[in-house]
């Protein structure tokens, strides 16, 4: 009897722990396939972005070459246009010194003409001057002053001027201005020994000498005095106060023969 209850005790219990493995087992297999679901999505969508990647990354390759390629390209370009541009740069700053020293060089040249020229009509006058006084014209002449040798002495520096002897000249002139400030060729006398500096290129001493003509009351050589100043002052490069003494001549000598050349002046002086 004992041996039975044992026996169906046995029974009973393996068929309980058989029904629980049963059912556990049954769980089991309802969670492991709802994982291989899961991971099958997972792999659906690793195949997924497997085949994006495939598509895209060429694509991404080919435009981040492009842009590579762009960019180098531009790069390039810009390299291209800045050395253009600093040629360019180069060509205008080679133009404005060309400019300045053909400006510079136009003006050096006009100056030499003008003093060609000057010298020219001074040589003219003194010429002019000397046949009025061997035509025997009347000349007063102070008691201070012998009146023939006055005129012989002025006569004889003139000759010097005109032979460019300007030494000599200015020697003769000088005599003649400390000797007698009175006599009618006094005047002229300055003006000639102003000249003779002039001609040496002497500018500033030129100009000392010529301002003195004014200081001679009646004097006649007063216009060709303030041209001469004006044309010194050019000469030393005194621009503006060139085109001071030349407008000087303008307004106070309208009707000098050196009216037309201040004008001139002036206008070459406002271009340049």
Not at 101 to 120: C, G, P, Q, R
Not at 244 to 267: C, I, T, W
Request: glycine residues 2%; contains cysteine; neutral net charge.
């Amino acid at each position: 009897m004992t041996n039975r209850s044992t026996y169906e005790n046995i029974v009973l219990f393996s068929f309980i722990l058989l029904t629980s493995f049963a059912f556990g087992q049954k769980d089991t297999n309802r969670e492991l396939r709802r994982l291989n679901a899961k991971i099958d999505r997972i792999r659906v969508q690793v195949d997924s972005l497997e085949l994006d990647n495939q598509i895209l990354l060429p694509e991404l390759m080919s435009a981040f070459k492009q842009a590579v390629k762009s960019k180098t390209q531009q790069d390039s370009i810009t390299l291209v246009v800045l050395k253009r541009i600093n040629t360019l740069s180069n060509k205008i700053t080679n133009l404005e010194n060309q400019s300045r020293y053909m400006d510079s060089t136009a003006l050096e040249i006009f100056n030499k003409l003008v003093f060609v020229e000057n010298k020219i009509v001074t040589l003219t006058n003194s010429y002019n001057e000397m046949a009025k006084l061997k035509s025997g014209s009347p000349i007063s002449s102070d008691p201070k002053f012998n009146a023939a040798q006055y005129k012989q002495t002025y006569m004889t520096s003139l000759g010097h001027f005109q032979n460019q002897e300007f030494d000599d000249a200015i020697v003769g002139f000088k005599e003649l201005v400390s000797s007698d400030a009175t006599n009618d060729l006094a005047d002229n006398s300055q003006y000639w020994l102003a000249e003779c500096y002039y001609s040496q290129r002497e500018f500033k001493r030129a100009i000392a000498e010529f301002e003195k003509v004014f200081t001679y009351p009646g004097t006649d050589k007063d216009d060709d005095a303030q041209l001469k100043i004006g044309l010194a002052h050019q000469s030393m490069g005194n621009v503006n106060k060139a085109r001071e003494e030349f407008q000087r001549l303008v307004d106070y000598f309208p009707g000098s023969e050196y009216y037309p050349k201040a004008k001139d002046a002036l206008k070459q002086l406002s271009i340049n």
